[in-house]
C-alpha cells in the first residue's frame, strides 16, 4: 500500500523555523515522482507552495515563500523535507505532500496525498 506521512508540524514564533517531513511508504521507485507540497488555510483553497521533481529541481508556486522555503529529498530514506524558515503568521496552514508524475500547480494533478501537518505561526 503506497503512502505518504507527514511530520514535522507544531506552534512556531514569527521569524521561526519549522522542518516538515513527507515520508513515503510503498513505492518501487519513489525517486522518479515528483513531490508537491499544498497548504490549506481555513476557509481558503488548496494552495501550491512548492514542488521538488525527480531530479531535485525545486518550483516554487507561492511567491510569497521563495527565499523562506527549500525543499530536498532524501530517495534513500524515500523521504522530502520542506525547510520553512522566517515563518509568518500568514504561513498559518495545514501543509500537505503530495505525489505526483511531474511538478504542477494544480493540486488535483498529484495522485497521492499524506494526511497533513499543522503548522501554526503566532506569538
Known amino acids: 500500500q503506497v503512502q505518504l506521512v507527514e511530520s514535522g508540524g507544531g506552534l512556531v514564533q514569527p521569524g521561526g523555523s519549522l522542518r516538515l517531513s513527507c515520508a513515503a511508504s510503498?513505492?518501487?521507485?519513489?525517486?522518479?515522482?515528483?513531490i508537491g507540497w499544498f497548504r490549506q488555510a481555513p476557509g481558503k483553497e488548496r494552495e501550491g507552495v512548492l514542488c521538488?521533481?525527480?531530479?531535485?529541481?525545486?518550483?516554487y508556486y507561492a511567491d510569497s515563500v521563495n527565499g523562506r522555503f527549500t525543499s530536498s529529498r532524501d530517495n534513500s530514506e524515500n523521504t522530502v523535507f520542506l525547510q520553512m524558515n522566517e515563518l509568518k503568521p500568514e504561513d498559518t496552514a495545514v501543509y500537505y505532500c503530495?505525489?505526483?508524475?511531474?511538478?504542477?500547480?494544480?493540486?488535483?494533478?498529484?495522485?497521492?496525498w499524506g494526511q497533513g501537518t499543522q503548522v501554526t505561526v503566532s506569538s
Open positions: 521538488v521533481n525527480s531530479s531535485d529541481g525545486m518550483t
Open positions: 510503498g513505492f518501487i521507485h519513489f525517486g522518479s515522482f515528483a
Open positions: 503530495g505525489a505526483g508524475l511531474a511538478c504542477n500547480s494544480d493540486y488535483e494533478e498529484y495522485f497521492l
